[in-house]
């Protein structure tokens, strides 16, 4: 990635050569480390020194722990083609704050799982699933990203899992979910999903070749009155199961 925090998570954003500028090449006898500015992990200098030109300098994530799920790696980190193209365009922790409060409202909470469900198709999503790619998107900070709206929190929740499903001749298979961006739909971030004036949308594929699964409704467009309706009726969503979805 291009740019880290220097010294600290509250330190400026610096590029690498910048970094090296102000902490120097004793960085690390001085304990000044870059971090990275989404997991706040400490991230390595690539390529400031190298006498290629043509490589371009940049920060790395740590190798992931042996056994580590891929969905658990940073989005910044860029090694997980799942996650390519939904790069935040920063992190705003104070709205993150009252965005995820406003998420765990019973009202937003039940509709988000409704949505998430009907998407999924009823029996092959359980709260615990839910409940996981909660987790998962508290260590990514999704409510943080900057100018994100609450109904596009639920399409996140979405690409955070793995799912199981039996087909009709009961053969079981695996799919998950991948966002898709028109051609020119604006930036090459996350924040195309709500600030793009093409729709972009979520498509369900088969996790073995991630060839689209096909039913009626898939890809399913990214919008907010899309997210209301796919929700559809959530008030049979008991305060019992409501508890079974908060981490
Ligand atoms: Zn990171």
Known sequence: ME???????????????????????NYKQKGIYPYCDACGEVVHLYGVHTPNPQTTSRFDHPNMPDGA????????????????????DGFDDARGKVLRAQFFDPTFLAHAYTFCRNLCRAKNLLP????????????????????????????????????QATSKNGQEYGFH???????????????????????CKISKVFSDNGSPVQTGDNPYPVSESAFVEMAGDSSWVTPALLRALIP
Do not use: H
Request: aromatic residues 12%; glycine residues 10%.
């Open 3 to 25: 740019k880290a925090r220097f010294g600290g998570m509250t330190g400026p954003l610096v590029e690498p050569v910048e970094f090296l500028t102000r902490a120097t090449a």
């Open 177 to 199: 979910f991948v966002f898709q961006k028109p051609r020119g739909s604006g930036g090459t971030g996350i924040s195309a999903l709500w600030s793009s004036r093409q729709i």
């Open 128 to 163: 615990g699933q839910f409940r996981s790619m909660v987790i998962r998107a508290d260590k990514k900070r999704i409510w943080s990203y900057v100018g994100i709206p609450l109904w596009a929190v639920p399409y996140i929740l979405l690409t955070l899992e793995n799912f």
């Open 69 to 88: 799920d891929p969905l658990d790696d940073c989005v910044l980190a860029d090694r997980n083609p799942r996650f390519r193209g939904l790069q935040p």
